[in-house]
């Protein structure tokens, strides 16, 4: 079975500095991973994808993330935050090789704050 | 504006009352993904529709719970007699064929006084 655990619930960076968010994964196959992002009274929106191409996935608002096999991992970087990054983000996982359903499994999401 | 529409967006109600949610995915998408999200949490799989057929159920689903997808187009979702732990956000999401990546409405917040 697929799950993704997000490694921190909460992440405080300055604006300007780098972001990293991270999410270790587990898949019995060859994962499509996604990065969502939900912002306060707003619907998830699709940051990025990996569906087993290219291991280093640019996403939109400068946010790119790493595919590493060996490590299970799938983090979330930017290298300058800004005010409006300040959102909940959800590292997730599709099931859609291993049962066809293509039900997405979230991670418990980490609140990224960036302070001024 | 992802195009996936999802009415209403706020709903209270009392508890023991029914209700019902809407939701108008992408007109071409022939998936639809039904999720709910309790408050600091990530969104949990609910149900999943194929054009008008509903082809997986969670075990969150309880038979309280009913969802339909008539004719393949929109879908709603029903709750009977419901209680304060329905209290939650209510994400619709649909997709293309295989494709895997979902698009979500904006959502249902329910909150069961």
């Known amino acids: 079975a697929q799950s993704v655990t997000q490694l921190d619930s909460h992440v405080s960076v300055s604006e300007g500095t780098p972001v990293l968010l991270r999410c270790n994964y587990s898949?019995?196959?060859?994962?499509?991973l996604f990065w969502y992002v939900q912002h306060p009274n707003k619907g998830l929106q699709l940051l990025l994808k990996?569906?087993?191409?290219?291991?280093l996935v640019k996403g939109i608002n400068g946010f790119e993330a790493e595919f590493k096999k060996s490590e299970t991992s799938f983090h979330l970087t930017k290298p300058s935050a800004h005010m409006s990054d300040a959102a909940e983000y959800f590292c997730?996982?599709?099931?859609?090789?291993?049962?066809?359903?293509?039900?997405?499994?979230f991670g418990q999401g980490t609140t990224l704050q960036v302070k001024p | 504006d992802t195009g996936v529409s999802q009415d209403p967006r706020h709903k209270i109600t009392k508890r023991g009352q029914n209700v019902t949610f809407r939701c108008d995915p992408i007109?071409?998408?022939?998936?639809l993904y039904w999720y709910r999200q309790t408050l600091g949490q990530g969104p949990e799989f609910l149900t999943y529709f194929q054009n008008e057929a509903q082809l997986e159920k969670s075990r969150l689903l309880s038979d309280r719970f009913s969802a339909e997808r008539p004719k393949g187009s929109f879908s709603t979702l029903e709750i009977q007699r419901t209680e304060q732990g329905d209290s939650a956000m209510y994400l619709c999401?649909?997709?293309?064929?295989?494709?895997?990546?979902?698009?979500f409405g904006p959502g249902t917040r329910l909150l069961v006084l």
């Open positions: 007109s071409e998408h022939n998936r």
């Open positions: 999401a649909s997709s293309f064929g295989s494709q895997e990546t979902q698009y």
């Open positions: 997730v996982v599709s099931d859609l090789r291993s049962s066809n359903t293509g039900k997405l499994i």
């Open positions: 898949s019995s196959y060859s994962p499509s």
């Open positions: 990996y569906t087993s191409a290219a291991t």
